[in-house]
């Protein structure tokens, strides 16, 4: 049973909340006495056991600007990794520094891979705790500066088949292209998804997964470390390639990665595979907008229906749905009217049956042109549209100060 220590009533007015578990007396004496020389920072809780700690650090500090935990890796090592697990899923705003006097490389990635953004050696050196309170301040500013307010679209095919990842990477490529516009296509396919395939930029080693759970860690710097470039300027996250491995992450940190990626980009392009999954329901719920794409057959049409149906019932703006008909020929086997009254929504996009352009564009690995066929219309049209109607002003600059701030006097 974790036993806090009641440190006080300079919790409700911290700016800097400082908690520990589990930490030696002689590390927690020096971290006590550097904090009382930084303007602003408060001891607020110290939880000397691990069992119940993630609860008590939760809930400490809570008004705070900036929440810092030191964790003790040294006394129970799995326990501190479960610890810093759970306060970066449920109480992301909490930075988590280990503190161990074990140097050996593969426990130092261990605490880093869980969650935690530094790592101190004892003795405690008061420099070490300087630079790391300096990073988490620098990153906080950084998420709040010049935030992009990016668009979102979700593309999720009806059943499989439907060529969503065509359309999704078309798409992007045509958003890219007009004015330059910032773009990132997310390939949320938890193996082998196709996107980089037929962009032909090959694979990465790292995958949206393996971002999305490092949330505590999102920032610009990481970013770009998991980031595959193409020529016209569009950005890829990549999907795993292994299919031995489970990849997953949960349905609150994808929400998280793709809120950063929006404040990021002027559109990110998320192609999902078919199914309403936990983690696809996650990018909807971030979206801006959400694409059934299906085909003219009476199975993809029955799943859109019911997508719709259940998007609906979760409290999803049902305006936000759009349907996008691919393979669109005007004697196809069901005419628009009969897909329209089944849906009980109009069709937004037709996008022409150029089957065999698409299939021989994915195996040189270069994607069509922009205008020069009638699939390539359809895909501009699309994009003139949605780039119409999306505000590019970004947020104004947020306010300064905290704990960098206060260092700097």
């Known amino acids: 049973m974790a036993t806090p220590v009641n440190l006080a009533s300079a919790a409700n007015t911290a700016s800097l909340a400082v908690t520990t578990v589990g930490l030696d007396a002689m590390s927690y004496r020096t971290l006590a006495n550097f904090m009382l020389a ?72 261990a605490a880093m891979r869980v969650g935690c953004i530094e790592y101190l050696l004892k003795p405690i050196q008061n420099d070490r705790v300087l630079d790391g309170l300096a990073r988490v301040e620098a990153k906080q500013k950084e998420r709040t500066r010049s935030k992009v307010h990016g668009k ?10 439907t060529g969503v990842t065509s359309l999704a990477l078309h798409l992007a490529l ?22 980089s395939l037929y962009l032909g930029t090959g694979r990465h080693q790292y995958s949206f997964y393996e971002l999305a759970n490092n949330t505590d860690r999102l920032d610009q710097e990481l970013l770009q470390g998991f980031l595959l470039r193409h020529n016209s300027g569009l950005h890829l996250l990549d999907s795993p390639e292994t299919v031995d491995v489970v990849h997953k992450a949960s349905p609150s940190a994808v929400e998280r990665t793709l809120a950063f990626l929006g404040e990021s980009y002027q559109f990110v392009v998320v192609d999902c595979p078919p199914g309403l999954s936990d983690v696809t329901l996650a990018c909807i719920s971030q979206s801006d907008q959400v694409v059934i794409v299906l085909t003219a057959e009476l199975p993809s049409i029955r799943n859109a229906v019911r997508y719709i149906e259940h998007l609906e019932r979760l409290g999803f703006n049902s305006n936000k749905i759009q349907i996008v008909l691919n393979r669109h020929s005007k004697r196809g086997p069901l005419p628009d009217d009969r897909i329209e009254k089944a849906l009980g929504r109009k069709i937004s996009v037709r996008v ?26 359809a895909i501009q049209a699309w994009a003139r549209n949605l780039a119409s109607n999306t505000d590019d002003k970004a947020m104004a600059q947020a306010h300064s100060g905290g704990v960098m701030s206060l260092f700097s006097r």
């Open 38 to 109: 930084v303007p602003g920072a408060a001891m607020v809780a110290s939880v000397e056991g691990y069992s119940g700690a993630e609860r008590e650090v939760g809930r400490a500090g809570e008004k705070a600007r900036t929440r810092v935990c030191f964790i003790d890796y040294d006394r129970n090592n799995e326990q501190a990794i479960w610890i810093t697990e759970h306060l970066r899923n449920n109480y992301p705003d909490v930075h988590v520094f280990a503190v161990s006097a074990n140097t050996e490389p593969e426990r130092i990635i």
């Open 152 to 161: 979102i679209i979700t593309l999720i095919g009806a059943k499989g088949g």
């Open 174 to 195: 045509e958003l890219t292209g007009r004015n330059q516009r910032k773009c990132l296509l997310v390939d949320q396919h938890s193996a082998l998804g196709d996107a």
């Open 352 to 377: 022409p049956n150029s089957y065999n352009e698409v299939i021989k564009a994915i195996n040189a690995g270069a994607p069509i042109p922009s205008g020069k066929s009638d699939f390539g219309e």
